[in-house]
């Protein structure tokens, strides 16, 4: 079965098919279609109830906070993990400062040097949306691509999604002409393909 970030991508590239530049609405339809919508609403009911809180070392913040930071939070950074039942790879977490002041929602993985990948510093959401999430960062990155004229006269392969360069660290997305290719670095994209 096709994961949600082939699929995204292949509505991309039929969008291109019928029309030499991807237009607004190509965009939207991307976006809203009823498989994406399906696979949100997956993804909100396997959030935990309560979520856990990473809270880093004392001095080691600053080098996460902000869309300027590290967007990959090492495990030497890390001082202790709150919560009941502990997140397991793949989970949305809270990260904190040594005053378990919250600045960022990221993903838990147990098992790598980077034990977080912090995906948004607006705590204004309670917790991580997902949903909003991926519809919001992809769709920069097909917008930012068109603005740049790709796919042109000249190249119809390019990098649709660039991992951190996106902000979904972890996700990459190859389009050569009408075949694309997803490939995943982070616990977080193979918990949530389809």
């Not at 530049?21 to 965009?27: G, I, K, M």
């Not at 880093?56 to 709150?82: C, E, H, W």
């Not at 991992?163 to 190859?174: P, Y």
Request: hydrophobic fraction near 40%.
């Amino acid at each position: 079965m096709l994961n949600l970030f082939t699929e995204i991508v292949f509505e991309f590239i039929d969008s291109l098919q019928t029309a030499a530049t991807v237009t607004a609405a190509a965009v939207t339809a991307a976006a809203t279609s009823s498989r994406l919508q399906r696979y949100y609403y997956c993804c909100a009911s396997n959030q935990p109830k309560e979520v856990a809180k990473v809270i880093l070392k004392k001095g080691k913040t600053q080098l996460f906070r902000g869309n300027g930071g590290s967007p990959m939070v090492y495990s030497g950074a890390v001082d202790r993990i709150i919560g009941r039942p502990p997140p397991q790879t793949g989970d949305v977490v809270l990260v904190a400062d040594g005053t378990q002041t919250p600045f960022a929602w990221g993903f838990y993985n147990s098992s790598s040097m980077f034990c977080v990948r912090l995906m948004q510093h607006d705590l204004t959401s309670d917790p991580l949306n997902v949903e909003n999430l991926l519809e919001t960062r992809i769709n920069a990155a097909i917008q930012l691509r068109n603005n740049l004229g790709l796919p042109s006269s000249t190249t119809n392969a390019f990098r649709l999604v660039n991992s951190e360069g996106d902000r979904l660290s972890g996700l990459i997305v190859d389009v050569f002409g009408d075949l694309a290719v997803v490939a995943s670095s982070a616990a977080w994209v193979e918990k949530y393909k389809e």
